[in-house]
């Protein structure tokens, strides 16, 4: 988020107007964040929906729990595939790159599924983009570009597919290198 590599900044530009096109329309009153890391997107959803109790969730770190105290969010720690919420509780899932560090995605992905009310909205790294993209800036080399804790590799269509075992897939972003949906929760049959 704080890079000064234009190529990055313009990037994160791209990830973020794809953000708030998905997020277009939305007027929840819960908004969880699953995968918060620092808090920058958490901070970025009270801001965008001041009116909404929203949180920020993700796993025990200490440094992580520096980084929410400095900005003043809700966050708490807790585990994707065991989400702490009731069933259909939560207006708006939010899992920016998170769904490729969690060893059982599915698992994750139901979870969201079974808290989530009206609307999720998930990305991941689209490849094999993200691996060239960082073998082109001499990273991870010997791990042929694959960025130290990624366990789960999509393909855009890989990744809607994927998000529609659970879910309703209603639009896709795709800015480079990322994949971007909005889903809703399936209506009973």
Excluded at 13 to 26: A, V
Excluded at 80 to 86: E, H, I, M, N
């Amino acid at each position: 988020y704080a890079s000064t590599n234009p190529v990055e900044q313009r990037m994160m530009r791209g990830f973020f107007d794809s953000l708030d096109e998905l997020l277009t329309g939305l007027r929840p009153t819960t908004v969880v964040e699953v995968g918060a890391g620092e808090g920058r997107v958490t901070e970025r959803l009270v801001e965008r929906f001041p009116d909404a109790t929203v949180i920020g969730l993700d796993l025990v770190d200490e440094d992580l729990a520096g980084d929410w105290a400095e900005l003043g969010l809700p966050m708490f720690f807790g585990d994707a595939t065991r989400l702490p919420f009731t069933d259909d509780s939560i207006d708006l899932v939010v899992g920016l790159e998170v769904m490729e560090h969690i060893p059982g995605p599915a698992a994750a992905l139901r979870e969201i599924a079974r808290v989530c009310r009206q609307t999720t909205v998930l990305s991941v790294p689209r490849e094999p983009v993200w691996r060239a993209g960082n073998m082109a800036r001499g990273r991870y080399l010997g791990d042929l570009g694959n960025t130290p804790g990624h366990v789960n590799h999509w393909s855009a269509r890989s990744f809607e597919r994927f998000v529609a075992t659970e879910f309703d897939v209603g639009s896709t972003r795709r800015p480079l290198p990322w994949t971007m949906v909005r889903a809703t929760p399936r209506q009973p049959a």
